[in-house]
């Protein structure tokens, strides 16, 4: 539904050279307005051209292209390259103009989600890594240009930085002289690169105003290094923390203590513990055995999303996390890679019950859960009356065990997603689990879709047509890897290599 109002700016942006010539004369007011249509209609000529001439305070991207009374539409998962490049072009011409006239001082260009498919018309993204890499660019070629305005406006972003683009953000946050456009960052990920490059840019990142943080996959840390940068870098509003894998290994050539004390986590806890805002984190493929109450017992808030995927939990690890604060707070839960219903099943059980008031997702992959374990799962599900999402990848069930399980998920009221295996049926009698990504392509498909088809008939049946079942074999859509994925691949082929020579040059030594 639209207002006359947005009909009318649509019917002007349609015409980018009267909208042009026009915005001298359109009410301050309209600006937000203009800018939500020409963006819609992909007129990258007026969505500059109002930027530059931005009249107000402050510009939130985010708050623009949401729904409004004028136009109810969500446009911020439309990631359009057009559009956004003539934002940080509008930007430019700005700080540029000069003049009494300019009144912006804060740009916010957060808000904006990256999808798998976009709506725009051109149908083309500019990724998180893309938005990066120019609005740095565009930085560097106004600190070196001389007509730049001296009253800097205040740009807050995500920054998705990797060694591709490591320098060129480096002098956009840490110039030499004057910057007009003044970077501060609220969510930042680091991939593919070293942990002094890492430490060094989100020293010139506005750690103080960070409300996310993710260091993933190629950013080799090791204890040592997450107690170095927790406590170097202070960040007081951090509410988001997400650490590679092996971030909890012990530093190379040190020994643990006699007396089983972990002095570097006993540190990383310490400092994780005076972010009293944080409320996410994500520590998985990291070996935690034993160490899970020793890191988050300090912490002064309850968390609502944990990660503890693949991190070796013991039952005394499981006790905490059931009879903690935490439980009774958490909202997403990951605890992929533990046998949970082998192992603990009446701890898992109780961290279900205590978590059932407000978790809306649930991750169990390759938990070993088969089908004699199907009856005690629906039990422990059956308190989860918020679950929305659960995720059950890499589990060894037969169709005939999912029929039963799903039968009981019909009674979760909110549920709307379930990620289900391929079904055992549909590989080779005697396939291991877990399994490889080569083993687990190699199915029957002709098996898969009739067992899928009687899972949706068990679900419509019950009157659920609501949930939505998928099995994403690979892994659901990351658009940060995707957009990163020829610099990661060359980042690991060059880490293999260098792992031949050091094992070619360990074996010379040894002969």
Not at 298 to 304: K, S
Request: proline share 6%; aromatic share 6%; glycine share 8%.
């Amino acid at each position: 539904m639209r207002s006359l109002r947005f009909a009318s700016a649509e019917a002007l942006v349609s015409h980018p050279q009267v909208a042009l010539q026009s915005l001298d004369s359109v009410a301050y007011s309209l600006y937000p307005l203009l800018f939500k249509a020409g963006y819609l209609r992909e007129r990258a000529e007026v969505v500059q051209a109002l930027l530059g001439r931005w009249p107000l305070e402050e510009f939130r991207l985010g708050a623009v292209l949401g729904p409004s009374a004028d136009h109810e539409a969500d446009l911020r998962d439309r990631a359009c390259r057009a559009c956004l490049e003539a934002c940080v072009r509008g930007l430019a011409e700005h700080v540029l103009q000069g003049g009494g006239w300019r009144r912006l001082r804060l740009a916010d260009l957060t808000g904006v989600r990256d999808v798998q498919v976009q709506q725009c018309p051109c149908g083309r993204a500019l990724g998180r890594w893309g938005r990066t890499e120019l609005l740095a660019r565009t930085c560097c070629e106004l600190q070196a240009s001389p007509h730049a305005a001296r009253r800097p406006v205040t740009v807050l972003t995500d920054l998705f930085v990797t060694d591709g683009n490591f320098q060129m953000v480096l002098r956009a946050l840490g110039p030499a002289g004057p910057a007009p456009l003044r970077v501060r960052c609220l969510s930042f990920r680091a991939d593919s690169l070293g942990p002094d490059q890492l430490l060094q840019v989100l020293c010139l990142a506005g750690p103080g105003e960070l409300r996310r943080l993710q260091v993933v996959h190629n950013v080799r840390l090791h204890a040592g290094h997450v107690q170095q940068l927790l406590a170097q870098v202070r960040f007081p509003r951090l509410a988001s923390l997400t650490l590679p894998a092996k971030a909890f290994d012990a530093p190379p050539g040190c020994t643990p203590g006699t007396d089983g004390e972990d002095p570097l986590l006993t540190s990383i806890a310490w400092e994780l513990s005076q972010m009293t805002q944080l409320t996410e984190l994500s520590v998985a493929f990291s070996t935690l055995t034993g160490k899970i109450q020793r890191l988050l017992g300090p912490l002064r808030t309850p968390l609502r999303v944990l990660d503890l995927a693949n991190c070796s939990l013991n039952h005394a690890d499981m006790a905490f996390l059931a009879d903690g604060a935490h439980a009774a707070h958490l909202e997403v839960l990951d605890l992929s890679g533990h046998s949970l219903v082998h192992l603990f099943p009446s701890t898992f059980s109780r961290l279900l019950g205590r978590g059932a008031r407000t978790l809306r997702s649930l991750t169990l992959e390759e938990c070993g859960i088969e089908d004699g374990h199907v009856s005690m799962l629906a039990l422990a599900l059956g308190p989860c009356r918020q679950l929305q999402e659960l995720r059950l990848l890499g589990n060894p069930l037969s169709g005939l065990a999912l029929r039963r399980l799903f039968r009981a998920l019909c009674d979760l009221p909110r549920l709307r997603l379930v990620e289900f295996p391929v079904p055992k049926d549909c590989y080779p009698e005697g396939s291991a689990y877990p399994q490889d990504e080569l083993a687990m392509s190699r199915f029957d498909q002709q098996k898969y879709d009739a067992i899928a088809e009687g899972l949706r008939r068990v679900l419509a049946r019950a009157g659920r047509e609501d949930i939505q079942l998928c099995t994403p074999v690979f892994g659901s859509f990351d658009p940060d890897i995707q957009e990163t994925s020829s610099e990661l691949g060359a980042f690991l082929l060059q880490a293999f290599r260098t792992a031949l020579e050091n094992f070619s040059r360990a074996l010379k030594q040894m002969e």
